[in-house]
C-alpha cells in the first residue's frame, strides 16, 4: 500500500493573475513523488460573502462542488499570501463556506500549507492563523518541513511566472514527500481500524 | 477637551439579519457615555473579494466610502462573530480591502472589539487575530475591558433582537466609557505634538 | 491491536499544592477508557531557568528523566492553567528544555491538551500558544473535543480537591477515549510502515 | 515637553553569555536618539519557576526590585529569542512573577519588542504571543517598526559580540526614535488627563 497512487487537490488564497501564490500552485505537480496527482480547486473568488441567511437557501453550487473535491482527494494543499498579518480574507471566506458543509470536508484530511510573500517572513503569520482554523475543522493539518517563500517576487521569473529558485523547490519537494506519506499511514491507520 | 463630543463607527462582522453581533451594535448608542455618537458602516456584504487586480482597475466606491467613514471617526468600534476559530472571512476581507486606502483608515486610529458567538469562548479567539491584524495597521486597540458575549442567544430576546443582559450591558458601557477616555487620550496627545 | 494497552503520562503545568489543574490531573486515571494508564510526570518545578550555557555542560537529570518518560509513554497530557494570555513560564521553560533532548520526546508522539482556570475562557488561550509550539516539536496535537475547565473554582471541591463536575467529568471521559484511539491509530500505522 | 529626557528599561529574554539577544540590548544605548537613556534590567535567571504557595511567603526581592524598576521608567524594552515559536519560558516566567505585584508594574507602560534568531523569521512567533500577554497586562505596545533580527549569526561579530550590520542598526534606531516619540505622547496625555 505504501504505492497506493495518491490525489492531492490545491486551495489557492490569492485572485490576482500575476499571484505568486498561484505560482507556487503551478509548480507543484512538477515536485510531486511518484504515485501523487495534483489538481487545483475552483476559485475563492465565485463565493459570495458568507451569510447565514443565504446558507438557508441551500450553499451555492460552486462551494458544494469544491467540498465534494475536497472529500474525496486524500489532502488538501492551502497555497496563500499573507494579508495584513493574517488569513486572506476571501480564503478564509471559502473555508468558512467549507465548513458548513455535510459532510464537512476537511474532517480527519490530511492538510498542508504553503505560502509566498515578497516580504521577509513568506506569510508565517497566516499559516499559523490557518492552523488554528483547522483545529476547529478537525483536519490533520502536516506539522513540518513548513514552507514560508520569503522575497518571492526573487523565486518566481517575472516573465513566465515560473517558480525557478533551486532550494524553494527542494523544500517543496521535501514537503509533499513527506506529505504524501502522511497521507498514507492516515489511509493506512483508517483501513485496518 | 475632556468634553469634547466624539464619534464612533461600527463595523459588523455578520450578515445574518437574526446575528447577534448586530443586535449588540445595535444596543450600542443606548450604552454610550454622554457626548459620545456611534454609527453603523456600511455592510462588509457590498465588497467583492479581493483581488490586486480590481484593485488596480481602483477601488470600488463601498470601500472608499467606509474609508472616509473610519477616517472621520474619533474610533472604531468592530463587533464581530467568531468563524472557525478565527476572523469571519468576509470580515476580514472588508479589513483587506480597507488597508489599500491612501491614507489607511486604521493608522493611529482608536480600535475597540467585540464580540458575541452562542459558545462558551464569545468570540475570544477572533478578537486576538484581529489585534494581530491590526499590529499592520499600526491601529491603537483598546486593551481592556474586553467584551465577549459567551451563551450570546441567552442574552439577546429571540423576539426583539434586543440585548437584554445587565452583566452584558455593564461591561459594555464600561468598554464605552474607556474607550472615550482613550480616543480622548489620543486626540490630546495628537493636538499638542 | 484495538485493544493493546496504552501508558499515558501527565505534564501539570501548576506547582501550587491547591492547584485546579493538578486536581484535573488527579482524576484523569478514574476517566480513563480499559486498558488506559495514565501517571503523572515529574515536577516543572525541578527545572532550572533554561541556559544555553547550562545545557553545554549537560542537561541536569531531572529534565533527561522526564525526557525518557515521555519518550516510552505512548502519548503526553498537558494540563495547564493559562498565565497572562499564554502558557505559564513554568511550563514553557520545561518544554524548551525538553525540546533539546536527542532524540526530542515529543516528535511524533500524541499530546491532547487539557487547562483549567477560575475565569470564563478556562485557560484557551494558554492551549493555542501551546498548540504552535507543538508545530515546532513536531508533535500530534488531538483536536477535539478540546478541554477547557471555566470557572474551576466551581467544579472543584474545595475541602478534598476533587474534580466533581459531571459535564466535565463526561467531556474529559471523551476526549481520553478519543485520544486512546488517537494513539492506537498512530501505533498501527507505524507497526506496518 | 518635546525633549524631556526619557528612561528605558531592558528586559532580555535569553541568559546565554554570548546571546545575540544580549547584543541586540547592548547596543541600544549607542543607538537611542538625544535624550534618551536606556538600562538593563536584572537577569530572568534569578527568578524561581512561579509558584502560587511561594507568592503567598511573599514575592521574592530580586521581583519586586525589577518591578519597580519598570514601574519607575518611561518605557519598557523586551529583546528576546524565540523557543519553539513561542516566547522563552525563563522570560515569561519573569514576566508571570512581575504581574503579580501591585502596583502592577506594565499597566499602561510604553513597551517595544525586538528579537533577534538564527533563523529566517528572527523570532517574530514570539513577539506576536507576547502582544497578547500585553494585552492582558495592559501595556501600550508599539506596533512599528519591528525588530525581528533573523540570520542574528551573520549580524553580529562573533569574535566581539557587537551588532554591526547597518541595516538592522538603522530599522532598531528607527524603532528607538518612535518609541520615545510614543513615550512622550502617553506622558503628555497623562499629564494633562
Same mark, same amino acid.
Given at each position: 500500500m505504501a504505492d497506493a497512487p495518491l =490525489? #492531492?487537490?490545491?486551495? *489557492? $488564497?490569492?485572485?490576482?493573475?500575476?499571484?505568486?501564490?498561484?505560482?507556487? /500552485?503551478?509548480?507543484? !505537480?512538477? +515536485?510531486?513523488?511518484? $504515485?501523487?496527482?495534483?489538481?487545483?480547486? $475552483?476559485? *475563492?473568488?465565485?463565493?459570495? &460573502? @458568507?451569510?447565514?441567511?443565504?446558507? /438557508?437557501?441551500?450553499?451555492?453550487?460552486? &462551494?458544494?462542488?469544491?467540498?465534494?473535491? *475536497?472529500?474525496k482527494a486524500d489532502g488538501a494543499i492551502?497555497?496563500?499570501?499573507?494579508y495584513n498579518y493574517s488569513i486572506p480574507?476571501?480564503?478564509?471566506?471559502?473555508?468558512?463556506?467549507?465548513? %458548513? +458543509?455535510?459532510?464537512?470536508? #476537511? &474532517?480527519?484530511?490530511?492538510?498542508?500549507?504553503?505560502?509566498?510573500?515578497?516580504?521577509?517572513? $513568506?506569510?508565517? %503569520?497566516?499559516? @499559523? =492563523?490557518?492552523?488554528?482554523?483547522?483545529?476547529?475543522?478537525?483536519?490533520?493539518?502536516?506539522?513540518? !518541513?513548513?514552507?514560508?517563500?520569503?522575497?518571492?517576487?526573487?523565486? &518566481?521569473?517575472?516573465?513566465?511566472?515560473?517558480?525557478?529558485?533551486?532550494?524553494?523547490?527542494?523544500?517543496?519537494?521535501?514537503?509533499?514527500?513527506?506529505?504524501?506519506?502522511?497521507?498514507?499511514?492516515?489511509?493506512?491507520?483508517?483501513? *485496518?481500524?
Open positions: =490525489h #492531492f487537490v490545491v486551495l *489557492i $488564497g490569492s485572485l490576482r493573475r500575476g499571484s505568486f501564490n498561484a505560482a507556487v /500552485a503551478r509548480a507543484l !505537480p512538477s +515536485l510531486a513523488p511518484p $504515485g501523487v496527482t495534483i489538481e487545483p480547486l $475552483g476559485s *475563492i473568488g465565485d463565493f459570495p &460573502i @458568507y451569510d447565514g441567511d443565504v446558507e /438557508a437557501q441551500g450553499i451555492p453550487a460552486p &462551494i458544494v462542488a469544491m467540498g465534494e473535491a *475536497i472529500g492551502v497555497v496563500t499570501p499573507e480574507g476571501g480564503l478564509k471566506n471559502a473555508i468558512d463556506w467549507l465548513s %458548513r +458543509l455535510k459532510p464537512q470536508p #476537511f &474532517i480527519d484530511k490530511p492538510v498542508a500549507l504553503e505560502s509566498a510573500s515578497p516580504g521577509m517572513l $513568506g506569510g508565517a %503569520r497566516a499559516q @499559523y =492563523h490557518l492552523r488554528q482554523t483547522f483545529v476547529m475543522l478537525e483536519a490533520r493539518v502536516l506539522n513540518k !518541513p513548513e514552507v514560508f517563500v520569503a522575497q518571492a517576487n526573487r523565486k &518566481i521569473e517575472a516573465a513566465t511566472g515560473e517558480l525557478t529558485d533551486p532550494p524553494t523547490r527542494d523544500v517543496i519537494a521535501k514537503q509533499l514527500a513527506g506529505f504524501a506519506a502522511f497521507a498514507r499511514a492516515r489511509k493506512r491507520a483508517a483501513a *485496518i481500524s
